[in-house]
Nanobody
Framework: QVQFVESGGGLVQPGGSLRLSCSVS????????VGWYRQPPGNHRLLIAR?????????SYADNLKARFTISRDDAKNVVYLEMKNLRLEDTGDYYC?????????WGQGTQVTVSS
């Protein structure tokens, strides 16, 4: 059974940084396009970053997140990361990883990020 597990969230002040991690069983990340999704309080879950399959990795980001967020993949550990820096209040939300497009049965519990002073 494929299960995505997200971790690394927490409470951080504006301007701070976090690194989120996504691990999975029964699936090899490098064989798939993988994304990080964000669901702000009271809003829909949206794709914010994605990383392509294979060795020639291409990353893409939503809106103007590229300057602050970095998605990466460690194939040896089969983990996908999301580095977030200079966090803003509007980055608050639950963060999930999944394939792109997402598979409904693969959603994990997510990890909560709260940016607050």
């Amino acid at each position: 059974q494929v299960q995505f597990v997200e971790s690394g969230g927490g409470l951080v002040q504006p301007g701070g940084s976090l690194r989120l991690s996504c691990s999975v069983s029964q699936l090899i990340f490098s064989d798939h396009v993988v994304g990080w999704y964000r669901q702000p309080p009271g809003n829909h879950r949206l794709l914010i970053a994605r990383i392509t399959r294979g060795g020639n990795v291409i990353t893409s980001y939503a809106d103007n997140l590229k300057a602050r967020f970095t998605i990466s993949r460690d194939d040896a550990k089969n983990v996908v990361y999301l580095e977030m820096k200079n966090l803003r209040l509007e980055d608050t939300g639950d963060y999930y990883c999944n394939l792109v497009p997402p598979v409904e049965d693969y959603w994990g519990q997510g990890t909560q990020v709260t940016v607050s002073s």
